[in-house]
């Protein structure tokens, strides 16, 4: 599976960004996006289900960002509201078979990554 993210972009605190992420081939179990700041380990954002009815968040963003999927188009999607300075990062999506998966290891696929930059 090959996997293509996009959407990144720059925004001013409290502005908002969506990100997307195409499949090449249909998705079985689950998706989820990560995110890695400079210096710091990938640490898990959101998951989701390719059913679109189950869907998990890191505790920092729960209430600002939603994860969906479009199972007709293939694409992930990451709606990002309220952002934060702390939410800069390369964002990435990936592929699972394991529900629920947060860890980086648990993912198989991967996209090439979408900067993210929030400036205060």
């Known amino acids: 599976v090959q996997l293509q993210a996009s959407g990144g972009g720059s925004v001013q605190a409290g502005g908002s960004l969506r990100l997307s992420c195409a499949a090449s081939?249909?998705?079985?179990?689950?998706m989820g996006w990560f995110r890695q700041a400079p210096g710091k380990e990938r640490e898990f954002v959101a998951g989701?289900?390719?059913?679109?009815?189950?869907?998990n968040y890191a505790d920092s963003v729960k209430g600002r960002f939603t994860i969906s999927v479009d199972g007709s188009k293939r694409t992930l999607y990451l709606q990002m509201n309220n952002l934060k300075s702390e939410d800069s990062a390369v964002y990435y999506c990936?592929?699972?078979?394991?529900?629920?998966?947060?860890?980086?290891?648990?993912?198989?696929?991967w996209g090439q990554g979408t900067q993210v930059t929030v400036s205060s």
């Open positions: 990936a592929t699972t078979e394991l529900w629920v998966a947060v860890l980086p290891s648990s993912y198989d696929h």
């Open positions: 081939e249909p998705i079985t179990t689950a």
């Open positions: 989701i289900k390719w059913s679109g009815d189950t869907t």
